[in-house]
């Protein structure tokens, strides 16, 4: 992803996602059944709009994984996460395998070379299927059918509402971290908080979040394991098993160079006296450098091929200007208008004609010293 979407909300993602798999696994379904009725010119529609959904998908994909990082499967599912990685695996392996082939196959269609286009078709097809109907399923299985746990308050294990006023500091975030969820007992030990805020600068690289637990027994306890997603370069404990009346520090080292506005990270906690992890919970907000409205430009095939604008706005106090701004499919054309110089620019596109289905990006070259927000790109499509 690049920063056209420094504000957006990456939850509206996954199910965009979804919905783009299954209208390719609806289509590919269709365009068989219409080759293999005869319907040549209906197989061409159906296949290439399903060529375009998939490619609209892993623009969203790769959109999404680059905001958010990777999505860890609740470990609180044992049995359904060993089904979930045993699906993703093959469906990662296959969706990169399968793209050069793809595309041989459609370029083999359009050039007539119909005999190499059933060989290829005849070992794409049921991958290309395959990927779509299991990137439904891993999202039912991520998102709906199996959330985090969170364990219910019982006799050993309650929120305690009398949090302190500010826990530790943490990293290089500009102010102490909001404390959103106070203390909670598990057993005898004591995490505080359980849920934390903390607002990062655009471009920050690392942060540092830390919790607290606290030993109330006479005896010292153990952690279990300590674990958090891919995106944690390293999570600690300073004392284990920790002293009876005793504290420790548990300290996550969180790889933020590509989070875009708000992303949650989870430290699991796994305690000698319970069976379910505690979840520490830090809520990250990137403030934006700008904002791009209009992500992604559509036109409907066969309407008015009529100029749409993009906006540009810079949001921080120090301007960032627009250098440049180049369409990289010569179908639509660019114009980059500045209204206010480091603050506000227009990007006019316009399509020389709708009648053909199209997807493109513009690449926008601007003069911010962070690096990963110098090169944002817009996308547009007809369809």
Same mark, same amino acid.
């Given at each position: ?214 030993? !109330?027994?006479?005896?010292? +306890?153990? @952690? *279990?394991? $300590?674990?958090?997603? %891919? =995106? ?6 300073? /004392? ?113 004609? !709708?009648?053909?289905?199209? +997807?493109? @990006? *513009?690449? $926008?070259?601007?003069? %911010? =010293? ?6 944002? /790109? ?6």
């Amino acid at each position: 992803m690049t920063p056209i979407f420094a504000a957006i909300n990456y939850g509206i993602f996954p199910p965009i996602n979804a919905t783009l798999n299954a209208l390719s696994t609806v289509l590919l379904i269709t365009g068989v059944i219409l080759i293999k009725s005869g319907h040549k010119t209906a197989h061409r529609n159906v296949m290439v709009a399903a060529l375009i959904s998939s490619a609209a998908f892993l623009a969203c994909y790769l959109t999404y994984h680059y905001g958010v990082g990777s999505i860890k499967f609740p470990v609180e599912y044992p049995l359904a996460r060993r089904i979930y990685l045993t699906i993703l695996v093959p469906h990662i392996i296959l969706a990169v395998v399968n793209l050069p082939f793809i595309i041989l196959l459609v370029v083999a269609a359009f050039r007539g070379k119909f005999e190499k286009h059933k060989k290829l078709a005849k070992y794409t097809f049921p991958s290309w299927l395959f990927v779509s109907v299991t990137g439904v399923i891993i999202y039912l299985m991520l998102y709906q059918w199996f959330p985090p746990v969170k364990a219910a308050a019982s006799p050993d294990e309650a929120v305690i509402s009398d949090a302190p006023a500010s826990p530790v500091t943490t990293g290089s975030a500009k102010a102490g971290p909001e404390i959103l969820e106070g203390r909670r007992k598990v057993g005898d030990l004591v995490f505080t908080p359980v849920s934390q805020a903390i607002q990062a600068e655009a471009g920050e690289k690392l942060i540092e979040v830390v919790f607290s637990v606290e030993n !109330t027994a006479s005896v010292p +306890l153990r @952690i *279990v394991k $300590l674990e958090s997603g %891919c =995106e944690c370069l390293e999570v600690s404990i300073d /004392l284990d098993p920790i002293p009876a009346r005793k504290s420790a520090k548990i300290t996550g080292i969180f790889d933020i160079e590509k989070l875009r506005g708000s992303s949650e990270r989870k430290i699991s906690v796994l305690t000698e006296q319970h069976d379910l992890p505690v979840f520490l919970t830090t809520r990250i907000e990137v403030e934006p450098i700008y904002l791009i409205e209009q992500q992604m430009t559509t036109w409907t095939i066969g309407s008015d091929p009529v100029k749409k604008t993009v906006i540009f706005r810079v949001v921080r106090d120090e301007p960032v200007h627009v250098l440049s701004a180049e369409s990289k499919r010569p179908e639509v054309t660019c114009k980059l208008v500045e209204v206010e110089k480091g603050r506000l620019y227009h990007i006019e596109l316009t399509p020389a004609s !709708t009648e053909n289905s199209l +997807l493109g @990006i *513009v690449r $926008l070259q601007t003069d %911010c =010293e962070i690096e990963a927000y110098a090169s944002p /790109l817009a996308y547009y499509s007809i369809q």
